[in-house]
């Protein structure tokens, strides 16, 4: 089989097809294209997938000014989107998102495509070409209500890659030198970091450091002051606050060791937190499209995770932590609630989808 990946963008949309790719037999040849410059290069050559890059660009919400631009990146991308399409062949596509899906979809329309919806509602460019592809598959059935009546949807669950769970809490805690008997709390803002977050974490870590232990994924936005910063913590803080501007190999660590975690809610949380049964303390993205406040709401209807608003983070955030650390029956309730919301085989699922897909084409065209 050979299957084309089409992803681009946030970690959201990357990683699930990542996750994907794990499951796949190893006679599937596999090409991925993304955007040019995009953050999804360096993750995907970091897993040995061949990676060719197109151009695109969004037109909803688009200035005057750009808007020819734009328009003439989508042509530029249509036209490489066809390009690869006739040296690759693939037998099957699989979109997670990103603009660049656009001109693949128009591109590769004889083609059997696969669509997964990583958010509860979907982006822009996933509605877009929703109508191209002959699957589509969700995390969960309440993004039923985002599409179409017209539209069949699959639930398979958020696919999570199998790497990461491969820590235990005990070895997860000796990984990042941590106390046993200490609370751990894992706060992370994203691959390029939350500003917000990063702050009220600096402007607050004595106090936090008295009742729990930090890991802090800082994100690359911040990762310089904070460690210029960390050359005049105290002893105190050193011993119990670990900050690293992005984890890759570590990052199922991280998660096993946290008894807490506090994070913006892309996608990934849909996935990597029911994976761990990690109760989650959400803070949405205020100043985007609406899916981070969505995918919150959805945990937080489920009973597994609780939410602050970003304007109120830094003065909340201590409270409502050490609140949450002080009950282990409210803990252990999140916990389980969370747990009730892991699909193991969602990459399976997936996987298999698409190599019947694969599978019908041939016959048909054979």
């Given amino acids: 089989m050979r299957l084309l990946i089409c992803a681009g963008g946030t970690g959201g949309g990357v990683y699930p097809a990542l996750a994907v790719v794990q499951t796949l037999a190893n006679n599937t040849d596999v090409l991925w294209v993304g955007s040019k410059g995009g953050m999804e290069s360096a993750l995907v050559q970091r897993a040995s997938i061949p990676y060719q890059s197109i151009p695109a660009a969004g037109l909803h919400g688009v200035g005057m000014k750009k808007l020819p631009r734009n328009l003439y990146l989508l042509a530029r991308g249509l036209l490489a989107a066809r390009r690869i399409l006739m040296q690759f062949k693939p037998d099957v596509i699989l979109f997670t998102g990103g603009f660049l899906a656009v001109p693949m979809a128009v591109a590769a329309r004889k083609i059997p495509m696969m ?75 994203g691959s390029k970091g939350a500003r917000s977050i990063n702050n009220a974490v600096m402007n607050n870590l004595d106090q936090l450091l008295e009742f729990s232990q930090v890991i802090h994924i800082t994100g690359e936005l911040d990762w310089e002051e904070i460690e210029k910063k960390s050359k005049e913590f105290s002893q105190s803080i050193s011993e119990n606050y670990r900050f690293f501007p992005y984890l890759h190999d570590d990052m199922g660590a991280a998660l096993a060791a946290a008894d807490l975690v506090v994070s913006r809610s892309g996608a990934s949380i849909l996935g990597e937190y029911p994976m761990f049964s990690l109760p989650a303390i959400l803070v949405p993205y205020p100043h985007a499209w609406r899916y981070q406040i969505v995918n919150a709401e959805y945990l937080v209807r489920n009973g597994a995770a609780i939410t602050l608003e970003d304007s109120n983070l830094e003065k909340d955030m201590v409270s409502t932590i050490n609140l949450l650390l002080k009950d282990p029956d409210r803990l252990i309730a999140m916990r389980n609630s969370m747990n009730a919301l892991y699909n193991p085989a969602a990459a399976t699922k997936i996987s298999e989808q698409l190599v019947s897909m694969a599978e019908k084409r041939s016959q048909i065209s054979g």
């Fill in 115 to 189: 669509l997964f919806v990583p958010d509860i509602e979907p982006g822009l460019a996933i509605k877009a070409i929703a109508k191209f592809c002959d699957c589509i598959a969700v995390t969960s059935m309440e993004s039923k209500a985002f599409f179409s009546s017209k539209v069949k949807l699959i639930e398979t669950g958020y696919p999570t890659r199998s790497s990461l769970k491969t820590w235990t809490k005990d070895e997860a805690k000796k990984r990042f030198r941590l106390e046993e008997n200490k609370p751990v709390l894992l706060i992370f803002g």
